[in-house]
């Protein structure tokens, strides 16, 4: 990882964190439903999603405390689908970032209400935003409903179980990924922007660029899949080839996955020359996604 990405999740994910943990802490609920929801939020991760968010804002030299309750948000979401994920009528995985998933602790009952919660918690939080407009409040709350529901994350589900069983075509699997993984992922870069009140041309440039680094993360996590163990992913290695799910590697072959890989990080980094100010951030961060191993 190189030196100026890693100082900056160093010092950004305990401020991200530490939003986060106190947003659900501070909401009136059942002891247990807080714990349940906690639970999957304090089993760690990348957090490649906020990051997205405080790294577009420190791109344009904007103030970060909103770009962390915004990524706390979009950190929910996230998080909520991975509970759902993981439940017996979806993928029924019963590991999830190396620790037992939140209904095998808590029981499928609460697991499904603690993913509702975060789920509705996220639009609330950005609502609640009083130091931004009402306006740029209601932009990003739309552009989270997108993201997050029929038009993105939630519809992306629905096609991937569609395509169980069913080889689909690279357009079919990638209009899969685009909604699936990578709406969310353009959702925080986006939401980065709003924030920073980039311009048009900037944020043309940067959906861009998540539009390929959504699908590069995708393919990576394909390729893991096959490659990776159980200990390195903290989930269950060669899932996707025992449910017999579409993935790039068994359309293309794994080393024509990673081609695709590499064809959609040159394209991602194309994009970022469209914008004027310094971007290795992003440049870096576009690396660390195509080069990690979990």
Do not use: W
């Not at 993928?91 to 609460?110: C, I, Q, S």
């Not at 992003?282 to 690396?287: I, W």
Request: some cysteine; overall charge negative; charged content about 25%.
């Amino acid at each position: 990882m190189e030196n100026m990405l890693k100082q900056f999740i160093d010092h950004n994910i305990p401020q991200l964190e530490t939003t986060m943990y106190e947003l659900v802490e501070s909401i009136k609920a059942p002891a247990h439903l807080k714990e349940s929801m906690l639970y999957s939020l304090k089993a760690g991760g990348k957090r490649i999603r906020p990051l997205f968010v405080v790294a577009v804002c420190e791109m344009y030299n904007q103030s970060l405390e909103t770009s962390y309750t915004v990524g706390s948000a979009v950190e929910m979401i996230h998080t909520y689908s991975l509970i759902h994920d993981d439940l017996p009528s979806m993928d029924d995985d019963e590991l999830r970032r190396g620790k037992p998933t939140n209904h095998v602790v808590y029981g499928e009952a609460l697991a499904t209400l603690a993913g509702d919660a975060l789920n509705t918690l996220a639009f609330g939080v950005i609502a609640r935003l009083n130091n931004l407009s009402a306006e740029k409040r209601i932009e990003l709350v739309n552009l989270l409903s997108v993201a997050a529901g029929t038009e993105g994350m939630v519809g992306g589900q629905v096609l991937d179980m569609d395509g169980e069983k069913r080889l689909l075509n690279l357009k079919e699997l990638e209009t899969v990924h685009v909604n699936k993984t990578g709406a969310l992922l353009r959702f925080s870069i986006e939401a980065g922007a709003v924030l920073a009140n980039a311009s048009i041309s900037d944020r043309e440039a940067l959906v861009e660029y998540a539009h390929h680094i959504g699908l590069a993360f995708q393919i990576q996590d394909d390729i893991l899949d096959i490659e990776g163990t159980s200990e390195q992913l903290g989930k269950t290695a060669g899932k996707d080839v025992a449910s017999d799910k579409s993935t790039y590697p068994a359309l293309l072959t794994l080393e024509g996955a990673k081609q695709k890989l590499d064809e959609h990080y040159e394209l991602a980094i194309e994009a970022l020359q469209k914008i004027d100010i310094d971007t290795t951030l992003l440049r870096q961060f576009a690396q660390y996604i195509v080069r990690r191993s979990n």
